[in-house]
């Protein structure tokens, strides 16, 4: 069964897409199914994924030009699937609220459910019908949090909403964690907050932390995930575990 997990919080900067393209490149490793999906329009995992189509079809196709999803879809060097985006998803936003489709993407992706072990998807930056999109359809969601006090109060913010779909019974997805990102232990702001984060959500805080890495960094720019540009860096053996960790969460809890 298809496990899909929306990768959001609605501040930026807090390595989303680093987290959501990794993550990906790491689950595939394990030989598992995967798909991501870039629901920013920015594009950045898209970029991440080095695919070679000048002009992919995106969820705008999908949704204005009825693109069957599966003609989205694109191989990546990384062993996982992509479903690309770019800054047509503006108007898909627009579009999802005007023409009343929301669960749309929920409805799309019912019909990929066998083909995939894992879907991951890169949310944007803020709190937008894309996002709400990306909640309604995962069944479980991730908060990278960079370990600063602004960023904890997006997480707050952002938990009270998936409560508040779930609810409403419009979802039933739940948080699956909290992913500590860019960490710096000699920085003692990183370390109060870290140990604020475990007091407080001590059943939600991945136990892996994901250290600032110069080679996840510059992965991107050559069209691959850091975990298979150098698997031995800190980073990539950060994501590999944290994969690991979900695993375990999701498969076996």
Request: hydrophobic residues 35%.
């Given at each position: 069964?298809?496990?899909?997990?929306?990768?959001?919080?609605?501040?930026?900067?807090?390595?989303?897409?680093?987290?959501?393209?990794?993550?990906?490149?790491?689950?595939?490793?394990?030989?598992?199914?995967?798909?991501?999906?870039?629901?920013?329009?920015?594009?950045?995992?898209?970029?991440?994924?080095?695919?070679?189509?000048?002009?992919?079809?995106?969820?705008?196709?999908?949704?204005?030009?009825?693109?069957?999803?599966?003609?989205?879809?694109?191989?990546?060097?990384?062993?996982?699937?992509?479903?690309?985006?770019?800054?047509?998803?503006?108007?898909?936003?627009?579009?999802?609220?005007?023409?009343?489709?929301?669960?749309?993407?929920?409805?799309?992706?019912?019909?990929?459910?066998?083909?995939?072990?894992?879907?991951?998807?890169?949310?944007?930056?803020?709190?937008?019908?894309?996002?709400?999109?990306?909640?309604?359809?995962?069944?479980?969601?991730?908060?990278?949090?960079?370990?600063?006090?602004?960023?904890?109060?997006?997480?707050?913010?952002?938990?009270?909403?998936?409560?508040?779909?779930?609810?409403?019974?419009?979802?039933?997805?739940?948080?699956?964690?909290?992913?500590?990102?860019?960490?710096?232990?000699?920085?003692?702001?990183?370390?109060?907050?870290?140990?604020?984060?475990?007091?407080?959500f001590s059943n939600l805080v991945f136990n892996?932390?994901?250290?600032?890495?110069?080679?996840?960094?510059?992965?991107?720019?050559?069209?691959?995930?850091?975990?298979?540009?150098?698997?031995?860096?800190?980073?990539?053996?950060?994501?590999?575990?944290?994969?690991?960790?979900?695993?375990?969460?999701?498969?076996?809890?």
């Open positions: 069964m298809n496990k899909v997990i929306a990768i959001a919080n609605q501040k930026g900067g807090v390595g989303k897409t680093t987290t959501a393209v990794n993550l990906a490149s790491s689950l595939a490793a394990t030989k598992r199914k995967v798909l991501l999906i870039d629901l920013d329009p920015q594009g950045n995992a898209t970029t991440a994924t080095g695919i070679k189509e000048e002009k992919p079809n995106t969820l705008y196709d999908l949704f204005f030009n009825n693109t069957p999803i599966n003609e989205c879809i694109y191989n990546t060097s990384d062993n996982y699937k992509v479903l690309p985006g770019d800054q047509n998803l503006i108007a898909l936003d627009v579009g999802i609220r005007e023409n009343n489709k929301q669960n749309f993407l929920s409805t799309e992706l019912k019909k990929i459910d066998d083909e995939f072990d894992y879907t991951i998807i890169d949310t944007p930056p803020t709190l937008n019908q894309l996002t709400i999109e990306a909640l309604f359809a995962a069944s479980g969601t991730l908060i990278p949090l960079q370990c600063e006090y602004y960023s904890l109060e997006g997480v707050a913010g952002l938990m009270q909403t998936i409560q508040t779909l779930s609810d409403k019974n419009l979802t039933s997805n739940r948080v699956l964690g909290i992913i500590r990102t860019m960490v710096d232990m000699r920085n003692n702001l990183a370390k109060e907050v870290s140990d604020e984060l475990e007091k407080h892996t932390l994901i250290p600032r890495n110069i080679k996840l960094a510059e992965a991107p720019s050559h069209g691959v995930s850091g975990v298979k540009y150098m698997p031995t860096s800190y980073g990539a053996k950060a994501y590999l575990a944290l994969a690991g960790e979900l695993i375990r969460k999701v498969e076996y809890a």
